[in-house]
């Protein structure tokens, strides 16, 4: 994928980006536990259907499905956008 643009919120998965096949959307669900549904649609052509996992830490990965033709992906997010200049804050278990 190239020019990848990818906005994740607690629940909502949105992005767009073009790849080989040509420009397409991104529009899926993360859940709690961590559970991702993705669906990448191509403009005037066929969608894909990601579902898998994100780890908390920047990587989304699982199996893609198209009409029943399967493989793995993941993709890495490498530039997070926002606010990079946040305070990091240890946690640490009371005393």
Not at 12 to 32: E, H, L
Request: proline share 4%; with cysteine.
């Amino acid at each position: 994928m190239r020019d990848l643009q990818l906005s994740m919120s607690e629940s909502r998965i949105a992005g767009k980006g073009r790849d080989v096949v040509g420009s397409f959307t991104m529009d899926g669900c993360r859940r709690p536990d961590g559970l991702v549904e993705i669906l990448k649609q191509y403009r005037g052509a066929h969608s894909v259907l990601y579902v898998g996992n994100y780890d908390g830490e920047g990587t989304l990965y699982g199996t893609w499905d198209i009409s029943g033709y399967r493989g793995q992906w993941s993709i890495r997010i490498l530039h997070p956008q926002g606010d990079q200049d946040q305070e990091i804050v240890d946690i640490l278990p009371p005393r």
